[in-house]
């Protein structure tokens, strides 16, 4: 357990939000550098996989590092995240190929398994949950900043130097917190022989990086996609056989099956689905239906993320008054809400609207994403709080990816099977949405096959998003503690 006294926390947090801006500030500021880097390093087709083999080795061993952090502390984990994050941050400077991009891009996600449940689960150690919904909001204002800071440093660094510092500004940034953790962390892991179920983390890795491969090529590779799957089944089944007989499972399952923890995970699996629709598509109905610009379509996106700190903050000063569980509902409920401005929208439509919407879901998903992880980390003690944060953090990965590939398989076959409207190839999307007037007359046909089938797709996501809120109100209402959990201060 942590015992880090309370003049400590302030420089511990620092050492969280540093290591969590790493990890935050990383998706926007390789998005806004990534054509220049395709351009030189060619190999167009591995585009995509620059960004879902990042986020492959971060889902699958998400997890395994929540529990290995119960097993032996949140300090040797943590440092030993940043130290792989830091490794595959400054290879991926020096990549000489889009495989070997790719690759070294793994070797990131691996760090960033590490970095963000632990990172999570360190808080949960150091505050009460009447103090921890505060420092949450801080948290989230994190991922605020960087959603407005990775594109303007990423355009900079593009701008002024060459596309491998988009990589290496990491490295000052992780040798900061990882010195913080080394001279501020303190914790009392008691010392006794510990088995490592390496079986189980392996066959659970297996499996879950099976998964997403089989949900990203789904539409791409089929054969690829297949050949997964039987992969997911066969690795999940020894899985599940792995851990009723270990000793120390990897996964407790009786851990999941709480339904404080259950329910919390499942919300925030099923919110994670509806905001990545928003986050997918979103720009792509400003651009290519409203007819805004680029810089209009980046705009409506930004409140979303702007919205999510201010409503994560927000909650933080209401988990005492009003309780978890109203919170919880509260940031539930906004999200149909959010949603159902999407479902308004037509060709003529102010992108106000969309503005609107945006901001409505990410002060939803502030509400939702802080009650639920403070829920999550008092419905268990401290030697399971790293697996239980880990849970909730990989539930809201696997949404973001089942939801990717669910909402993404809606616009593709309708825009196949139009409602009597022209049928849209990937080229005359393409042109669509980068040079209108290259398409001749056949441009507003296509835009209004787009509308349709984008149309489809907010449909969908507004329907995921009202099952958010049903699966919400299946959630336990859980006491907020008033000591600092396993801290002696």
């Known amino acids: 357990m942590l015992t880090s006294p309370t003049t400590r926390r302030p420089l511990v947090l620092a050492a969280v939000m540093a290591a969590m801006f790493m990890i935050a500030i990383e998706a926007t500021i390789v998005s806004t550098a990534m054509p220049q880097i395709a351009g030189q390093l060619g190999d167009l087709h591995l585009y995509a996989w620059v960004f879902a083999s990042f986020l492959l080795t971060q889902t699958a061993t998400t997890v395994v590092f929540g529990k290995l952090s119960d097993l032996y502390g949140r300090r040797p984990v943590l440092l030993f995240g940043i130290a792989v994050f830091l490794a595959g941050s400054l290879l991926?400077?020096?990549?000489?190929?889009?495989p070997s991009l790719i690759l070294f891009r793994l070797v990131q996600g691996v760090g960033a398994g590490a970095i963000q449940p632990v990172s999570m689960t360190v808080v949960g150690d150091l505050y009460s949950a009447r103090e921890r919904g505060r420092v949450q909001g801080y948290l989230a204002s994190v991922w605020g900043v960087s959603s407005v800071a990775g594109p303007l440093a990423g355009g900079l660094i593009?701008?002024?130097?060459?596309?491998?510092?988009?990589?290496?500004?990491?490295?000052?940034?992780?040798?900061?917190?990882?010195?913080?953790?080394?001279?501020?962390?303190?914790?009392?892991?008691?010392?006794?022989?510990?088995?490592?179920?390496?079986?189980?983390?392996?066959?659970f890795t297996l499996a879950i990086a099976a998964l997403m491969i089989a949900l990203t090529e789904t539409s791409t590779a089929p054969a690829v996609a297949t050949a997964s799957g039987l992969t997911f089944l066969v690795a999940i089944t020894l899985f599940v056989l792995q851990e009723r007989r270990a000793?120390?499972?990897?996964?407790?399952?009786?851990?999941?099956?709480?339904?404080?923890?259950?329910?919390?995970?499942?919300?925030?699996?099923?919110?994670?689905?509806?905001?990545?629709g928003l986050t997918a598509f979103l720009p792509m109905y400003v651009q290519g239906v409203l007819r805004q610009s680029p810089l209009v379509a980046g705009f409506t996106l930004t409140l979303m993320v702007l919205g999510w700190p201010v409503g994560a903050t927000t909650a933080a000063r209401s988990f005492v008054r009003f309780g978890l569980r109203p919170v919880l509902l509260l940031g539930a409920a906004l999200l149909p809400i959010g949603a159902s401005a999407f479902v308004a929208l037509g060709p003529e439509t102010s992108p106000a609207v969309a503005a609107a919407g945006s901001i409505v879901m990410g002060l939803g998903m502030g509400f939702l994403s802080t009650a639920a992880i403070v829920i999550i980390q008092d419905s268990v003690a401290w030697a399971q709080r790293g697996a239980a944060t880990a849970s909730n953090i990989f539930a809201r990965n696997l949404g973001s990816t089942l939801g990717a590939t669910a909402l993404g398989a809606v616009l593709n076959y309708r825009l196949i099977h139009p409602d009597g409207g022209a049928t849209v190839d990937p080229d005359q999307l393409r042109r669509l949405l980068d040079n209108p007037a290259s398409l001749g007359g056949a441009g507003e046909a296509a835009r209004i096959s787009l509308q349709h089938a984008l149309h489809g797709t907010f449909w969908t996501v507004f329907a995921v998003a009202l099952l958010t809120l049903l699966t919400a109100l299946l959630v336990p209402r859980v006491v907020i503690a008033d000591a600092v959990p396993a801290v002696a201060e």
């Open 158 to 203: 593009i701008g002024h130097l060459s596309w491998p510092w988009i990589f290496w500004i990491n490295l000052p940034v992780g040798v900061l917190a990882a010195a913080l953790f080394l001279l501020f962390l303190r914790e009392e892991v008691e010392r006794k022989r510990r088995r490592i179920d390496v079986i189980g983390a392996g066959l």
């Open 92 to 98: 991926c400077g020096f990549a000489w190929s889009m």
């Open 247 to 276: 000793a120390d499972p990897m996964l407790d399952f009786a851990l999941w099956g709480q339904r404080s923890i259950l329910t919390a995970n499942a919300a925030t699996l099923l919110s994670g689905m509806a905001i990545i």
